[in-house]
């Protein structure tokens, strides 16, 4: 994913935690929110309740790339800030199913 296409500044975060709509997946919890924005913007964090800071970086990572491959997989997506919480089950379950509820969160915006 590149630069542009994180969910970087606080206050944008804050905006999507206060108005986004809420979506829960095994893996993680996202909150989405529509926005005026070309881009899909996509804010990953792992709380420490996910394990050590080892663990935590790496579900950080596994669900950045499967949402990564779901908003350049040819999907027609754009004005979406997504911030995503991954939850212990990012660790363990298999890459396609990340990758796969990953597509599901942003197909469902689409609509």
């Known amino acids: 994913m590149v630069r ?3 969910l970087r500044r606080s206050v ?5 935690r206060k108005e986004g709509r809420s979506v ?3 893996t993680f919890n996202a909150r989405v929110r529509r926005t005026n924005e070309p881009d899909v913007r996509v804010a990953v964090v792992a709380p420490r309740s996910v394990g050590s800071a080892v663990a ?5 990572r596994r669900v950045r ?9 040819g999907r ?4 979406l800030d997504i911030v995503v ?7 363990v379950a298999p890459f396609p199913q990340l990758r796969d ?11």
């Not at 935590?56 to 950080?60: C, L, T, V």
């Not at 919480?85 to 660790?91: I, N, P, T």
């Open 85 to 91: 919480s991954a939850r212990r089950e990012a660790l």
């Open 101 to 111: 509820e990953a597509a599901t969160v942003l197909d469902g915006e689409r609509r």
């Open 24 to 26: 829960r997946k095994d």
């Open 65 to 73: 790339e499967a949402f990564r491959i779901a908003t350049t997989s």
């Open 76 to 79: 027609p997506t754009s004005g």
């Open 56 to 60: 935590r970086n790496r579900a950080r």
């Open 12 to 16: 944008d975060i804050e905006l999507v």
């Open 4 to 6: 542009a296409a994180r």
